[in-house]
């Protein structure tokens, strides 16, 4: 079975700030990783995902990740982050070839401070 | 992607009632998926919705407290049946259409049962 692991619960920061969160899963398995955002009072909205290829992959809104298959890790990094920034960010995975079911992290608080 | 509606957006039952949610996009799509998250936590898997057969249910989940139906490939409902104030819960539905093109996520029906 496939697992997540999202170590930082809250982050708070101020704007301009970088940001990086972390995200580490498990599976015996390729997978496809994604990072969700939900933003205050809306619904979950795909940031960015990776299936193959270039490790480093570029989502919306500034957003990044790196997939570093020997750390079965899926970081999610923002180079100067802003106030609207400021969301609750999940990290997700399911198994490769599939459009099957989404396993998710905890979740991670992001509060950017103006 | 595929832009997801659920209806209602938020209800306030009675124990012992039931309720149905529905949920339809705006296009054919392969999968769609039921996920439940209740307050402060992560999106848990309650079942797939596979058209025109039964849902497959995770564990801890059963048809006869979460049942599902898919007429069509744009179109799903899922009930909680004989609610409980431990169902309180935001239940949203997700699409997917293809293995690479991630899941869509519906705004969501949050429950609230006294």
């Known amino acids: 079975a496939q697992s997540v692991s999202q170590h930082n619960h809250h982050v708070i920061l101020s704007e301009a700030a970088s940001l990086e969160l972390g995200c580490n899963y498990s599976?015996?398995?390729?997978?496809?990783l994604f990072w969700y955002v939900q933003y205050p009072g809306q619904h979950l909205q795909l940031l960015l995902k990776y299936f193959s290829g270039d490790p480093l992959v570029k989502g919306i809104k500034g957003f990044e990740a790196e997939f570093i298959k020997s750390k079965f890790s899926f970081n999610l990094r923002k180079p100067s982050v802003q106030w609207s920034d400021t969301a609750e960010y999940f990290c997700?995975?399911?198994?490769?070839?599939?459009?099957?079911?989404?396993?998710f992290g905890s979740g991670t608080q992001l509060t950017v401070l103006p | 992607s595929a832009v997801i509606s659920q209806k209602p957006s938020r209800d306030i039952c009675q124990r012992g009632t039931s309720l149905t949610i529905q949920c339809q996009v705006d296009?054919?799509?392969?999968?769609m998926f039921w996920y439940r998250q209740q307050p402060g936590q992560s999106l848990t898997l309650i079942a797939t919705?596979?058209?025109?057969?039964?849902?497959?249910?995770e564990s801890g989940f059963v048809i006869d407290k979460f049942p599902i139906s898919r007429p069509n490939l744009t179109f799903s409902t899922l009930t909680v049946s004989n609610m409980s104030p431990e169902d309180s819960s935001i239940y949203l539905c997700?699409?997917?259409?293809?293995?690479?093109?991630?899941?869509?996520f519906g705004p969501g029906t949050r429950l609230t049962v006294t």
């Open positions: 599976y015996g398995g390729t997978v496809n």
């Open positions: 919705a596979n058209q025109g057969s039964e849902a497959t249910y």
């Open positions: 997700s699409a997917s259409g293809t293995v690479k093109g991630g899941q869509y």
């Open positions: 296009s054919q799509v392969t999968m």
């Open positions: 997700a995975v399911n198994a490769q070839g599939s459009a099957r079911q989404l396993t």
